[in-house]
């Protein structure tokens, strides 16, 4: 067990619906991040939060948003979804810069999304 | 901009085996290099990291070591079980940036009895 959670394991939805991934970080972590996986992308950074702010950007769509709440949970927000949205989505946690483990970045179990 | 590269699987191999797992990666300066295992099912696990040229990670009878001069954190084990079936990630984090990591494609492994 990693200790960062995210919810909810599945979902299933329909195209052009809008949906909601939560992920809660290790404690004390102050970043988060997010990956997808997909079969023909593989596994890509989508956006990096920190103590709350937006701090980096990948292949995000513009479809896609992030947050980063005061209690350092964070959502993605996923609108208007297409199949090629389906895919397992990763969120990550890494300890403060200059901490014990600061390079390691510990993977919750995902949020496999399914858009039918 | 920053890339890993990882051997084309899948790999098969009988337990015992000995396993290699080519990465190679593409980056300016200094990255810290890692190997990610996704057992079926489930989330990403760190296995074994270096941060710089030389070191050596080593984790549950794997090993890989942070060669500069051939850009390369080949993954290796002695014997193989077939609890080591799995997919292998090489990932590398930037020195500079915020601390994305950037991933191969990974390597399916599957052992046999």
């Known amino acids: 067990d990693s200790g960062v959670t995210q919810t909810p394991k599945h979902l299933i939805t329909a195209t052009g619906q809008r949906v909601t991934l939560r992920c809660s970080p290790r404690?004390?972590?102050?970043?988060v991040y997010w990956y997808q996986q997909s079969l023909d992308q593989g596994l890509q950074f989508l956006i990096q939060y920190y103590n709350g702010e937006e701090r980096a950007k990948g292949n995000i769509l513009e479809r896609f948003s992030a947050q980063q709440f005061p209690d350092l949970h964070s959502e993605l927000n996923l609108s208007s979804l297409e199949l090629g949205d389906s895919a397992l989505y990763f969120c990550?946690?890494?300890?403060?810069?200059?901490?014990?483990?600061?390079?390691?970045?510990?993977f919750g179990p995902g949020t496999r999304l399914t858009v039918l | 901009g920053n890339s890993v590269t990882q051997m084309e699987g899948p790999v098969t191999l009988s337990e015992e085996a000995f396993l290699t797992i080519n990465c190679t990666y593409t980056?300016?300066?200094?990255?810290?290099l890692f190997w990610y295992v996704q057992y079926p099912g489930e989330g990403l696990q760190l296995l074994l990291k270096?941060?710089?040229?030389?070191d050596k990670g080593s984790n549950k009878g794997f090993e890989a070591t942070y060669r500069k001069e051939t850009t390369s954190f080949h993954l290796e084990k002695g014997s193989v079980q077939v609890s080591d079936s799995a997919v292998y990630f090489c990932?590398?984090?930037?020195?500079?940036?915020?601390?994305?990591?950037?991933f191969g494609q990974g390597t399916i492994l599957t052992v046999h009895p």
């Open positions: 990550a946690s890494s300890p403060t810069p200059g901490g014990a483990g600061y390079n390691e970045q510990f």
């Open positions: 404690s004390g972590d102050l970043s």
């Open positions: 990932a590398l984090r930037a020195p500079t940036g915020y601390g994305k990591l950037t």
């Open positions: 270096a941060t710089k040229a030389d």
């Open positions: 980056a300016t300066g200094y990255p810290s």
